[in-house]
């Protein structure tokens, strides 16, 4: 398998160099890019994805409906639509930027690139990434909050997006 090579940035998303994914995510918190996007119905309910039991961070958690890594030589937009189109199967929708941060778990450090998108279907998940996937009510999120079943990187997020929207 050939190595996989991201990015590195400043908070900025100025490239500034490059590293493998291993070196990435062995605790070294080189700042690397990834991209993020929320997809809603038009009702306002957020499609969220079941990670895979077979992934190694966070397995059987819900999660933002796409999340990946930008490669190396990549643009934001072109990893978003990669991304989004080898997940969930979407070849055709609009994204909208809402944000970007800087997310530091015990393993990595991102920058993530957050955009949103209205898109009713249909919906073709990786059964290697995702068992499940469905739109979910703010009721039901807000309900589920603090209880395990969103990663704890979704939770962060989502409380970030309900402050950017008020």
């Known amino acids: 398998m050939?190595?996989?090579w991201f990015p590195l940035v400043n908070e900025a998303g100025d490239t500034v160099g490059k590293a493998t994914r291993k070196e990435c995510h062995s605790g070294s918190k080189l700042l690397h890019p990834v991209v993020h996007l929320h997809i809603f119905d038009a009702g306002g309910r957020l499609y969220l994805q079941?990670?895979?039991m077979r992934k190694d961070i966070q397995p059987g958690k819900w999660d933002t409906a796409v999340g990946g890594h930008v490669d190396f030589g990549e643009t934001i937009e072109e990893a978003l639509r990669r991304e989004?189109?080898?997940e969930l199967g979407i070849k055709e929708f609009v994204p909208e930027f809402?944000?970007?941060y800087v997310f530091e778990s015990a393993i990595e450090k991102e920058l993530v690139n957050t955009f949103r998108t209205t898109y009713e279907g249909p919906?073709?998940?990786d059964?290697?990434?995702i068992d499940e996937g469905r739109?979910?009510?703010c009721e039901e999120i807000e309900a589920a909050l603090g209880k395990g079943l969103f990663t704890p990187n979704f939770e962060g997020e989502y409380n970030k997006l309900k402050a950017f929207k008020q």
Do not use: G
Request: negative net charge.
């Open 2 to 4: 050939e190595e996989e």
């Open 50 to 52: 079941k990670r895979s």
């Open 84 to 86: 989004v189109r080898e």
């Open 98 to 100: 809402v944000m970007r």
């Open 123 to 125: 919906f073709l998940p």
């Open 127 to 129: 059964r290697e990434e």
């Open 135 to 137: 739109f979910w009510s």
